[in-house]
């Protein structure tokens, strides 16, 4: 149920029968959304309306039109499925921190529910909207896990070392967790009065006026997000297994967009891979990698302050990085020529392009990516800064505490270990253009990136 994975993280002293708010930011979905499902238990027993609050930022770290296009068209899907449930999608322009309690002030609201974040910019936005809403409404502020299978929390309460120490953790709680969740029904207390909010348009327009790279071919919103599911799991899911690693293998879900911007719930998608009846292999493999490593991602960047430079690196990598720091370096690029892609590689400037040009970079690809501009740039603070840069601006899934454990892992051993030491890496995990050339055919991956079509 939505209340064992919600806590309650402000104490107001509101009679309960001011409206329920939901203050959408993460998932953003009608359908399987566990902090909407608990906004709706809390108004259907207070016998009070329920609206969801959302405040489109101006900025968003690194995001341009791309992921802002994606997002908005998104939003007018759930807003319509909302709205046919009696549930006022209630939309503002500008920062959260300053339009959620204007909303709550203006509904005299008797409680609000939140997602659970753990981006320090997040984290900041709910912990000042929770604090001017508790004191100027007395509503009691509640935040709830909707994108972990097991709350985050929950799973454990200290920064885990590896894939191997949290594992246990996850699958003890996943039989609690791991279940269907209620639909959500139409709302049977009207609101009133609805306040003054963005319209739609309004939404779409800021988002189009953003500058950086222009839409992708992923199609936005929750119905997109099961479509892209059912042919996965009709399709590829099978060769999930043996392929997984192999980029011109394309057996990849392809789902992180939908994962990321919170349009279908990773519970959803391990259910339906679990009725799907795929080979253990696959099937396995993949909710590793949906559930394991993804909350352990959520894991890192709660528990470390520095997930996003140099300071959450492993001690004994910072210790290795520095001792082959005046190593030469096989080459030095600039910013501007690591995003247009010219490097001596041809192999690393093929997943530049695929990612420029698709928002999208094969998981494989993204280790060898990253490795490479530690071994190209002159120090680890330059090579994490432009690596979250580029990852952040173009890819769908940027911005993602994935992403911040994935740049940690292949540059700062981060959930890994010691490898035996060589040049610049010291015992970093090196990845080499001969070592890719050994797992998969390289050149047709290259050439497919040089014709811009997918594989």
Same mark, same amino acid.
């Given at each position: 149920?939505?209340?064992?994975?919600?806590?309650?993280?402000?104490?107001?002293?509101?009679?309960?029968?001011?409206?329920?708010?939901?203050?959408?930011?993460?998932?953003?979905?009608?359908?399987?959304?566990?902090?909407?499902?608990?906004?709706?238990?809390?108004?259907?027993?207070?016998?009070?309306?329920?609206?969801?609050?959302?405040?489109?930022?101006?900025?968003?770290?690194?995001?341009?039109?791309?992921?802002?296009?994606?997002?908005?068209?998104?939003?007018?899907?759930?807003?319509?499925?909302?709205?046919?449930?009696?549930?006022?999608? +209630?939309?503002?322009?500008?920062?959260?921190?300053?339009?959620?309690?204007?909303?709550?002030?203006? +509904?005299?609201?008797?409680?609000?529910?939140?997602?659970?974040?753990?981006?320090?910019?997040?984290?900041?936005?709910?912990?000042?909207?929770?604090?001017?809403?508790?004191?100027?409404?007395?509503?009691?502020?509640?935040?709830?896990?909707? #994108?972990?299978?097991?709350?985050?929390?929950?799973?454990?309460?200290?920064?885990?070392?590896?894939?191997?120490?949290?594992?246990?953790?996850?699958?003890?709680?996943?039989?609690?967790?791991?279940?269907?969740?209620?639909?959500?029904?139409?709302?049977?207390?009207?609101?009133?009065?609805?306040?003054?909010?963005?319209? +739609?348009?309004?939404?779409?327009?800021?988002?189009?006026?953003?500058?950086?790279?222009?839409?992708?071919?992923?199609?936005?919103?929750?119905?997109?997000?099961?479509?892209?599911?059912?042919?996965?799991?009709?399709?590829?899911?099978?060769?999930?297994?043996?392929? #997984?690693?192999?980029?011109?293998?394309?057996?990849?879900?392809?789902?992180?967009?939908?994962?990321?911007?919170?349009?279908?719930?990773?519970?959803?998608?391990? +259910?339906?891979?679990?009725? &799907?009846?795929?080979?253990?292999?696959?099937?396995?493999?993949?909710?590793?990698?949906?559930?394991?490593?993804?909350?352990?991602?959520?894991?890192?960047?709660?528990?470390?302050?520095?997930?996003?430079?140099?300071?959450?690196?492993?001690?004994?990598?910072?210790?290795?990085?520095?001792?082959?720091?005046?190593?030469?370096?096989?080459?030095?690029?600039? &910013?501007?020529?690591?995003?247009?892609?010219?490097?001596?590689?041809?192999?690393?400037?093929?997943?530049? #392009?695929?990612?420029?040009?698709?928002?999208?970079?094969?998981?494989?690809?993204?280790?060898?990516?990253?490795?490479?501009?530690?071994?190209?740039?002159?120090?680890?603070?330059?090579?994490?800064?432009?690596?979250?840069?580029?990852?952040?601006?173009?890819?769908?899934?940027?911005?993602?505490?994935?992403?911040?454990?994935?740049?940690?892992?292949?540059?700062?051993?981060?959930?890994?270990?010691?490898?035996?030491?060589?040049?610049?890496?010291?015992?970093?995990? &090196?990845?080499?253009?001969?070592?890719?050339?050994?797992?998969? #055919?390289?050149?047709?991956?290259?050439?497919?990136?040089?014709?811009? &079509?997918?594989?």
């Amino acid at each position: 149920m939505p209340e064992s994975r919600t806590r309650q993280i402000r104490t107001g002293n509101a009679p309960n029968n001011g409206p329920v708010a939901y203050w959408m930011h993460r998932e953003h979905r009608c359908r399987d959304n566990w902090g909407l499902l608990m906004a709706q238990q809390l108004a259907t027993a207070r016998r009070v309306p329920l609206c969801v609050f959302y405040a489109l930022s101006p900025q968003f770290l690194e995001a341009g039109q791309r992921q802002f296009l994606f997002l908005t068209q998104g939003l007018a899907q759930t807003a319509r499925e909302l709205e046919a449930r009696n549930i006022p999608f +209630l939309p503002r322009m500008g920062d959260p921190a300053q339009e959620i309690p204007k909303l709550a002030r203006k +509904l005299n609201i008797g409680a609000l529910v939140t997602d659970f974040d753990v981006l320090r910019i997040k984290r900041q936005w709910i912990e000042s909207v929770a604090d001017h809403v508790c004191s100027t409404t007395g509503a009691h502020v509640f935040e709830t896990d909707g #994108r972990n299978v097991v709350p985050c929390w929950l799973a454990s309460d200290k920064k885990e070392y590896a894939a191997r120490t949290i594992r246990p953790k996850i699958h003890r709680l996943l039989p609690e967790f791991l279940v269907q969740p209620p639909e959500l029904a139409p709302h049977p207390h009207p609101l009133a009065q609805r306040p003054a909010s963005a319209s +739609l348009g309004d939404l779409q327009h800021a988002a189009s006026s953003h500058s950086g790279p222009p839409p992708c071919d992923f199609p936005s919103g929750e119905q997109a997000a099961h479509e892209a599911l059912e042919q996965f799991k009709r399709t590829r899911l099978n060769q999930y297994g043996k392929g #997984r690693n192999v980029p011109t293998n394309p057996v990849t879900s392809r789902l992180s967009p939908y994962l990321h911007f919170g349009q279908i719930h990773a519970g959803r998608v391990a +259910l339906r891979v679990l009725e &799907s009846g795929a080979d253990r292999e696959s099937s396995d493999a993949y909710l590793e990698e949906l559930i394991v490593r993804r909350e352990l991602a959520d894991n890192f960047c709660l528990h470390e302050p520095d997930y996003d430079n140099t300071g959450c690196f492993a001690p004994w990598a910072s210790q290795t990085l520095e001792a082959h720091l005046n190593d030469p370096r096989p080459a030095l690029y600039t &910013s501007e020529e690591f995003e247009r892609a010219q490097t001596h590689d041809p192999l690393w400037n093929a997943a530049q #392009r695929e990612m420029v040009r698709t928002g999208h970079m094969h998981g494989y690809m993204r280790m060898y990516w990253a490795k490479k501009i530690l071994e190209w740039s002159e120090t680890p603070e330059q090579a994490m800064a432009e690596a979250i840069r580029l990852n952040d601006r173009y890819q769908m899934d940027g911005r993602d505490s994935n992403g911040y454990a994935g740049i940690a892992w292949s540059m700062g051993g981060v959930h890994d270990r010691g490898w035996p030491e060589r040049a610049v890496f010291g015992k970093i995990r &090196s990845m080499t253009f001969n070592g890719a050339k050994s797992k998969f #055919r390289v050149q047709e991956y290259i050439d497919a990136q040089e014709r811009g &079509s997918l594989l």
